[in-house]
């Protein structure tokens, strides 16, 4: 049985996906993490030089200021010393924190969803990854964010700008270009943009793999795919028209792919009619 102030690789696996999901905070020493350079998902790494009083300092700051209202869970190769530390020191600084029990050893037995991070450029400041793409969003532009915060990078900025200036600003900044011809993070084949970041991070779980289809038919008008591809496209389509403002309308979508996620996950076998719901014996 974990202890009080441990999170079983059981818990995490349900959280990771969803809004409720903790900070994860990757503290194995650089010579374990060479060993297996891949993170759990949504998980970022403490260099080995912030594992000190001034390093812990600026990161407890970091989370307030930008995870306020976020727990955080902290996981070293096998749930030791390490992690058990940092929690601990976390906590005595008002913020919630746990360690994996087993740690990271323990997840990667268990098959549950890691990235492979060697793919990530482009930071900000507070180390958030960022990335830009075109303005008016509609479904693959509004996707892949959702995968990228949900699973790889939960601070991560998206930037919407004019079609022609994409990969200027990338440039200018040091971003991610993503959804437009001739980048590295675009459509390739009969696969949309969502499939390339699952493919390019080396996320596969079945509830991931059944939401890209649905959004590869969404997107690519392939309604045949999936029958949840049309309710997407629609859904999609409506929110387009609500926002004017791409962020807003982002922020709205995440709750959107939020849905889908968990129906993928959780829900596929489920049906309903009025009838499951009226009183007995009328």
Not at 25 to 44: E, G, K, N, T
Request: charged share 25%; hydrophobic share 45%.
């Amino acid at each position: 049985m974990p202890a009080p102030d441990a999170m079983t690789c059981e818990k995490l696996a349900k959280l990771i996906g969803t809004s409720k999901a903790p900070i994860v905070l990757d503290a194995r020493r650089d010579a374990v993490r060479q060993i297996d350079s891949r993170q759990i998902a949504a998980s970022r790494t403490i260099a080995e030089a912030d594992m000190c009083g001034d390093g812990l300092a600026r990161l407890a700051q970091e989370l307030r200021e930008y995870h306020p209202a976020k727990s955080v869970l902290v996981t070293c190769a096998e749930g030791h010393g390490r992690s058990q530390g940092v929690a601990a020191w976390l906590r005595t600084q008002d913020i919630t924190a746990e360690y994996l029990d087993g740690g990271f050893n323990a997840w990667a037995a268990a098959g549950l969803p890691m990235f492979d991070p060697a793919k990530l450029h482009g930071r900000d400041g507070a180390g958030r990854t960022l990335w830009v793409t075109r303005s008016r969003p509609k479904i693959d532009r509004i996707a892949c964010p959702w995968l990228i915060r949900r699973f790889i990078d939960p601070g991560a900025v998206f930037l919407y700008v004019a079609p022609a200036e994409v990969q200027s600003v990338a440039d200018l900044l040091g971003a991610a270009a993503y959804d437009i011809d001739g980048v590295f993070w675009s459509h390739r084949g009969e696969g949309c943009t969502f499939d390339t970041l699952l493919a390019e991070f080396g996320l596969s779980i079945p509830a991931l793999d059944r939401l890209a289809t649905v959004i590869r038919g969404a997107d690519t008008a392939r309604p045949d795919l999936a029958p949840e591809c049309a309710g997407l496209l629609a859904a999609s389509l409506g929110l387009s028209r609500i926002y004017a403002d791409d962020l807003e309308q982002l922020e709205a979508g995440m709750g959107l792919y939020d849905a889908f996620y968990r129906w993928c996950r959780d829900a596929t076998g489920e049906t309903h009619n009025w009838q499951s719901h009226g009183r007995v014996g009328k």
